[in-house]
């Protein structure tokens, strides 16, 4: 099969993807590059183009070259047996849609299924499922609810139920800070929960080609300004992320269950990777991400790093249980 490793898409995220499609094709140098514009096209790109574009986490990618549109690509992936890498992240990519497409068309593509993704990417849903694991999740505030849960909590944390990169992230730590919710809110859903103190933490899980699963060294995180947003995450070089984390050998356990507790209750294939609070009642669920950022920035390839695997080869073992899960 052909491997195409596929980045962009129509979301905020795609600037994420363009960095990870540069990580992904330094590690696979030999597959075919095709980027989803904004414009739902599809167009194939040279390695030089990728490459030279140096902002990624600014700049808007432009592919320079004739696209067809989306159905047509996945058409053409379909009759000329490509395996999809995807170097995605966010909205359509993630949330269930684009591997629907994949599944109905009988294309491999890695990471976890069109149901898995859409129930991680809703963290309300994947809160509750997560519960059902036996995983401490934050309570979860309605919007009407807000003023008397700031008055009993003293701090809350808003965040959109369904984006990633921590775009719309929301501390609200005096009054004013509940009208920015309520404006935030009126155009898309918003998860509100109190604020849970302590460590970041984040912890990767890999399926292994023999069908097993392993979680990677948990990961912590220290944002120099003090939250993990999307500049801490990409910008600032200051962020410390710290693989192995400087946990306790218990809390280190605790973590790695957890995430592999979220991975199988979320039915997750290929990879995945959670994000906690390690708070004083031990690690606090937030999330699972199906589609983790691949950049040489991100958390995943650290811990693959730290756990002694390289990155090619992790991919190479992806694309390998894509092909065979699309054959079963």
Known sequence: ????????????????????AQALHLALPEADLWFWDVDDTVHEVRAEALLGHARPFEDDFKPGSHGVGLEQALDNAS????????????????????????????????????????????KVAAKRFAAIAGIQAPAGVALGDIDAAFAEYGKLIAKPARDGSSYGLIFVNAKQDLAAVRDAARTEDYLIEPFVAGVEATCGVQEQLDGSVTALPPIEIVPAEGSFDYTAKYLLKSTQEICPGRFTPDITAQIKEAALKAHKALSCSGYSRSDFIVSAAGPIFLETNTLPGLTKASLYPKALKAQGIGFADFLHDQVALATRRTQK
């Open 1 to 20: 099969m052909r491997t195409t490793i596929l980045f962009g898409g129509t979301n905020k995220e795609r600037l994420v993807s363009v960095a990870s």
């Open 79 to 122: 009759t000329e047996g490509r395996v999809l890498v995807l170097g995605l992240h966010g909205g359509r990519a993630e949330n269930g849609e684009l591997q629907a497409m994949c599944e109905m068309r009988g294309i491999p593509f890695t990471g976890s299924g069109s149901a898995s993704s859409h129930l991680a990417f809703d």
